[in-house]
């Protein structure tokens, strides 16, 4: 599967972004779904995953700001930021995984994106 991730920008503390992560296949019942970033300076690190809309799973340092939903039918995966913070700058990337469950140590994933940067300003 090839994936295209885009959305990311410049964006100010407190504000939100969306990024999107286009498939070029059927993602439901084939693949497990990521969103992983990469600070400045840092390794990669877990964000989000999702089985399905109903079974999902966020890092703890995004609970209660980051949201990651699918819409099967374009075979795109989203990642809504809301309450952006400095901290949350960096390269996004979207994975996949025919893993039956969410994958938490990126070397473990077998497909990418290419990333897109985000930065928050203070």
């Known amino acids: 599967v090839q994936l295209q991730a885009f959305g990311g920008g410049l964006v100010q503390a407190g504000g939100s972004l969306r990024l999107s992560c286009r498939a070029s296949?059927?993602?439901?019942?084939?693949?497990?779904m990521h969103w992983f970033r990469r600070p400045p300076g840092k390794e990669r690190e877990f964000v989000a995953g999702l089985i399905s809309n109903n079974n999902t799973h966020v890092a703890d340092s995004v609970k209660g700001r980051f949201t990651i939903s699918a819409d099967n039918a374009k075979n795109t995966v989203y990642l809504q930021m809301n309450s952006l913070k400095p901290e949350d700058t960096a390269v996004y990337y979207c994975?996949?995984?025919?893993?039956?469950?969410?994958?938490?140590?990126?070397?473990?994933?077998?497909?990418w994106g290419q990333g897109t940067q985000v930065t928050v300003s203070s």
């Open positions: 994975a996949a995984d025919r893993h039956k469950n969410i994958i938490t140590r990126a070397h473990h994933v077998s497909y």
């Open positions: 296949g059927r993602i439901t019942g084939n693949f497990v």
